[in-house]
């Protein structure tokens, strides 16, 4: 790295581009491959899980199952809304069952081949079965709520069905920390530490309304590193893994934790709440002509009166993942924008822009690292490590530019070059 003097008594000229590069080429070939590899490999896996979404609909209504099922539970229970809930609970089961292949690959053996995971194949099931569990109670009362909201509202559902969508998972977040997190997680409160002291000093700067620090431990599920400010109404709760504190430097932490506070400070939940609304209104419109199309040249064979009819919910869902489907850059393009604005912000808060350079190479352990323009912007919902890596630079740069005493233009190259080779010692671990 070579830096150029400004004058006499001016200190050596940072170049932001050039430290990037820097950074960049301290990741080993062996571990970028793989990286990109995995990263990669998730671009197919959006169009197989939506086309074994359609399949699987296809059968359901194909077959008569999701007519008989409906008919069946009507034939026990007089009640519309009950014969939602119980078609639900039901379906969500079934769906599961046929599902599971793809998902024991893609969740668990995948997983695995690409030694990000840390759990036993009795544990993941042990998981499996929990979130399960929680999947059919939610749909149970999500899908008659909706339904109500469909048979109610009729020509006008998609406005309606979006803002209790919204609503469900503002609920959903509220709870989270509370009855959710703790199902898969345990949470303790973080040991006395400077670690601890810095964390809660900047969450106080940057109006986080927490006393405590919380650590979880993400180590039994897999290696990645993690934290979050999450939660609603005084449920707000600092939490980071395990793995971020045994396997990171502490301005790796800070710097990620001032990332997470930036989503807090910067309102992201309301705004994503709003986004998400509009999104969902236009996916819902969509899916109410679709369905319409489809329901005119196939209800009658399938058993469907119309989409306030439960026995078409395999249709509504099959014609909203086609929706998602297309709409994979919208939604990744509002959830990025939402994370670049966090990552300044936790700059400005945290001021380790090494730290979090170090950091975004430690996430390149399972997201591609440059990618083109395009490539991002369609598949990326968090900006690529090296635009992070950019970024952390740009601020440095500028830092050094107005003189800041705690800024000086060495990089951590050698930490980074740890990383690497970290990276590829776990990949011969699970060769």
Request: aromatic share 12%; net charge negative; with cysteine.
């Amino acid at each position: 790295m070579e830096f150029l003097l400004l004058g006499t008594n001016a200190p050596a000229a940072f170049d932001p581009a050039l430290a990037t590069d820097a950074y960049i080429a301290t990741m080993d070939a062996a571990a970028r491959a793989r990286s990109n590899a995995y990263f990669e490999g998730g671009y197919w896996l959006i169009l197989v899980n939506l086309v074994a979404g359609l399949a699987m609909a296809g059968l359901l209504l194909q077959t008569g199952f999701s007519k008989s099922l409906r008919d069946r539970v009507q034939g026990v229970v007089k009640s519309k809304s009950v014969t939602i809930a119980i078609y639900a609970a039901i379906y969500t089961l079934v769906t599961t069952i046929i599902l599971f292949p793809l998902t024991l690959w893609q969740g668990y053996f995948r997983e695995h081949a690409f030694g990000l995971s840390t759990m036993s194949l009795a544990e993941w099931l042990g998981e499996q079965v929990i979130g399960l569990l929680m999947g059919v109670l939610m749909a149970a009362i999500f899908l008659t709520v909706f339904y109500l909201i469909l048979r109610v509202a009729k020509r006008a559902w998609w406005v309606w069905g979006s803002a209790i969508t919204v609503l469900f998972l503002a609920i959903a977040i509220f709870i989270s920390p509370v009855y959710i997190d703790p199902l898969f997680n345990e949470y303790e409160p973080m040991e006395e530490s400077e670690l601890r002291d810095d964390i809660l000093a900047l969450a106080a700067a940057n109006g986080i309304p927490a006393d405590n620090v919380y650590v979880f431990d993400v180590s039994r599920q897999s290696n990645r590193i993690t934290a979050n400010v999450n939660g609603l109404f005084g449920t707000t709760r600092i939490a980071l893994s395990d793995t971020l504190i045994d396997n990171t430097d502490p301005d790796e932490v800070l710097s990620v934790m001032g990332h997470e506070m930036g989503h807090y400070a910067l309102n992201h939940l309301w705004e994503m709440f709003a986004m998400f609304a509009v999104l969902l209104a236009i996916g819902f419109a969509f899916t109410d002509r679709l369905f319409a199309f489809v329901n005119a040249r196939f209800g009658k064979k399938w058993g469907i009166s119309g989409i306030s009819d439960i026995a078409g919910l395999p249709l509504l869902a099959a014609c909203l993942s086609v929706y998602f489907f297309i709409a994979t850059p919208a939604f990744n393009t509002v959830i990025r924008t939402n994370e670049a604005e966090a990552d300044i912000y936790g700059l400005n808060a945290a001021r380790e822009p090494d730290g979090f350079a170090t950091a975004a190479l430690r996430l390149a352990s399972y997201r591609k690292i440059g990618p083109g323009n395009w490539e991002e912007f369609v598949f990326f919902d968090h900006p690529s490590g090296r635009a992070r890596i950019a970024m952390s630079m740009e601020w440095k740069a500028g830092q050094l530019m107005m003189g800041a005493e705690d800024q000086t233009p060495n990089l951590r190259l050698d930490r980074a070059r740890a990383i690497s080779e970290a990276l590829v010692s776990d990949e011969n671990d699970t060769e």
